[in-house]
Nanobody
Framework: QVQLVESGGGSVQSGGSLTLTCSSS????????MGWFRQGPGKEREGVGI???????SYGDSVKGRFIVSKDNAKNTLFPQMNSPKSEDTAMYYC???????????WGRGTQVTVS
């Protein structure tokens, strides 16, 4: 059974930095796509950053140049490093795994980030 647990959320000041963690109960190399998503108050869910099987990364326009997604295969862990966060980055952040980037079958419960 696949379980994803996000951690590291909390309050951060605008312009600071914060790194979230997503721990997987299974080998993340078994999945073709690993991603971070977020949903802010009154907003729809949006993609933050995606890591594909070949190691290539893509980012949402709102975070491009500020966020970096990476992984630690040995620890089955995913990270988004949030640099220079803005108030509009305030959201619940979720990690997800999927066989492909078009469909994510496994989701964590999320971790809240508040930027002030």
């Amino acid at each position: 059974q696949v379980q994803l647990v996000e951690s590291g959320g909390g309050s951060v000041q605008s312009g600071g930095s914060l790194t979230l963690t997503c721990s997987s109960s299974v080998n993340i190399d078994n999945f073709g796509c690993m991603g971070w998503f977020r949903q802010g108050p009154g907003k729809e869910r949006e993609g933050v950053g995606i890591l594909e099987e070949d190691g290539s990364a893509s980012y949402g326009d709102s975070v491009k140049g500020r966020f970096i997604v990476s992984k630690d295969n040995a620890k089955n862990t995913l990270f988004p490093q949030m640099n220079s966060p803005k108030s509009e980055d305030t959201a619940m952040y979720y990690c997800a795994l999927g066989s492909g980037c078009g469909f994510y079958g496994y989701w964590g419960r999320g971790t809240q980030v508040t930027v002030s």
